[in-house]
């Protein structure tokens, strides 16, 4: 499945974004989606995911309590809403899906289908 992630862009510390996850011609809303982000040189890090139903869901500890991921499947679209934000949250994100729900989620190796990232710039 392709994958479209947008909503990233320039905010100040402590600032919000919402970041969207879609697809083309696919219906998203029967697979667990992921969100992580990457800095250059380094491995892709867990942020979020969601199951096809939107009842589980799961955040990286660096992102519990300021991050939520939700999902409507009637538009076909997965978000994450990032509250409080910091400078370390400057990065690339990711959305990534995969067929279930399953104890890999965390891992950015589970999920064969990727989007192709939005970069979120968190200014101090």
């Known amino acids: 499945v392709q994958l479209q992630a947008s909503g990233g862009g320039l905010v100040q510390a402590g600032g919000s974004l919402r970041l969207s996850c879609t697809t083309s011609?696919?219906?998203?809303?029967?697979?667990?989606v992921g969100w992580f982000r990457q800095v250059p040189g380094w491995e892709r890090e867990f942020v979020s995911a969601?199951?096809?139903?939107?009842?589980?869901?799961s955040y990286g500890d660096s992102v519990k309590g300021r991050f939520t991921i939700s999902r409507d499947n009637a538009k076909n679209t997965v978000y994450l809403q990032m509250n409080s934000l910091k400078p370390e949250d400057t990065t690339v994100y990711y959305c990534?899906?995969?067929?279930?729900?399953?104890?890999?989620?965390?891992?950015?190796?589970?999920?064969?289908?990727w989007g192709q990232g939005t970069q979120v710039t968190v200014s101090s």
């Open positions: 990534a899906a995969k067929g279930y729900w399953a104890t890999d989620y965390s891992r950015a190796s589970a999920f064969p289908d």
């Open positions: 011609g696919r219906f998203l809303g029967v697979y667990t």
């Open positions: 969601i199951n096809w139903r939107g009842d589980r869901t």
